[in-house]
């Protein structure tokens, strides 16, 4: 079933933050973006790669508005000594969240039960707490923050112009659509 255009369910969640613990809910994916990316496991192979490229984009998501947080199975204390023994997760700044029972990869249905880890998921989520995107890709997949940058921008535009549409490959500053009529079978 598609996430798409439902509100995220209701969730508490002990996270880890530039060297602190705290708590975060789904009260924290309201009133800005946020881009909540899942990953299987700490201490693996090609999450360091995904989380690490998330952290090089997080500046330029923050000027979008946008707050990010990375959920695995893994415990609060685990993402710390993960943070503190990895050259690449040290550079994380976003929150970290535990999932160790599985209550948020259930909650956005990538959890695969019989490993007891999530699919590597991708969910944008607007200032209402309502999931706009969602990627998924299979475990030995890596994924390319960058591509966040202009969905968002798309997603945000959207959000702001009632009535139009992005196309493919839609760029910042360039056309939209308005969906109409006249428009039927000229695209």
């Known amino acids: 079933m598609s996430l798409i255009g439902k509100e995220v369910q209701p969730f508490k969640a002990q996270a880890y933050r530039n060297g602190e ?5 789904d009260a924290d994916f309201r009133g800005q973006w946020s881009v909540v990316c899942f990953y299987p496991a700490d201490f693996t192979f090609v999450c360091p790669t995904e989380l690490e490229d998330l952290q090089d984009q997080y500046p330029t998501l923050q ?53 007891g880890q999530a699919d590597r998921g991708t ?8 999931i706009q995107a969602v990627e998924i890709n299979a475990d030995g997949i890596g994924r390319d923050a960058s591509t966040l940058i202009n969905k968002i921008k798309a997603a945000q535009y959207v959000r702001n112009n009632p009535g139009e549409v992005c196309p493919a490959k839609w760029k910042e ?6 969906p109409s009529l006249d428009l039927v079978g000229k695209i």
């Open 123 to 130: 969910f944008i989520i607007d200032p209402d707490g309502i």
């Open 63 to 115: 000027q979008l508005g946008v707050e990010v947080f990375s959920v695995s199975r893994d415990s609060h204390f685990t993402h710390k000594a993960w943070h503190d023994s990895s050259e690449a997760i040290g550079k994380i700044t976003y929150t970290m969240i535990g999932d160790p029972a599985h209550v948020l990869s259930r909650n956005f249905d990538v959890l695969v039960e019989e490993l």
């Open 21 to 25: 613990f705290l708590e975060v809910s």
């Open 173 to 178: 500053g360039s056309a939209t659509l308005k």
